[in-house]
């Protein structure tokens, strides 16, 4: 199965996997599965590190680097991604979530994510 994992479980995996529940670790773990990260990860990082968000403290050109060593496969964002975003309804307005969402609805895989709200809309989303 093809997984997005949404910008907290990347970081949980790389720096603090035991905030991970059981069902991410095994998700994350399955060999069977191609993880796969967005380029919205890594742009709400950059933001949100520059807000002074204590959550977002890591440097992001080594986590880059780790997941693509790792296996990890890059989903850039599109245009086609970002049209697609008029989808959603507006229960949840964090921009980077609703990119992700559009992207996995795109794409056709699913978005793993932590965030109840996300979790919320219809369409390829694993709450973990």
């Known amino acids: 199965m093809k997984l997005l994992l949404d910008t907290h ?11 991970l ?4 670790r095994s998700l994350i773990e399955n ?3 191609e993880l796969v990260f967005s380029a919205a990860s890594f742009w709400e990082i ?3 590190q520059s807000l002074g968000r204590q959550d977002f403290r890591v440097d992001a050109r080594l986590l880059r680097r780790g997941l693509l060593d790792n296996g990890y496969d890059e989903l850039p964002i599109t245009s086609e991604h970002a049209i697609n ?3 959603l309804a507006q229960t949840h307005k964090d921009p980077f979530d609703r990119i992700m969402l559009a992207q996995a609805m ?4 699913t978005l ?5 709200k996300l979790a919320g809309y219809p369409g390829p ?3 973990v």
Do not use: F, Y
Not at 106 to 109: A, N, S, Y
């Open 9 to 19: 479980l990347l970081l949980w995996a790389a720096h603090d996997p035991k905030r």
């Open 21 to 24: 529940t059981r069902a991410a």
């Open 31 to 33: 060999s069977e599965n």
């Open 46 to 48: 950059t933001i949100k």
């Open 85 to 87: 975003t008029d989808q």
């Open 106 to 109: 795109v794409e056709g895989i």
């Open 112 to 116: 793993v994510t932590n965030d109840r």
């Open 125 to 127: 989303i694993r709450k």
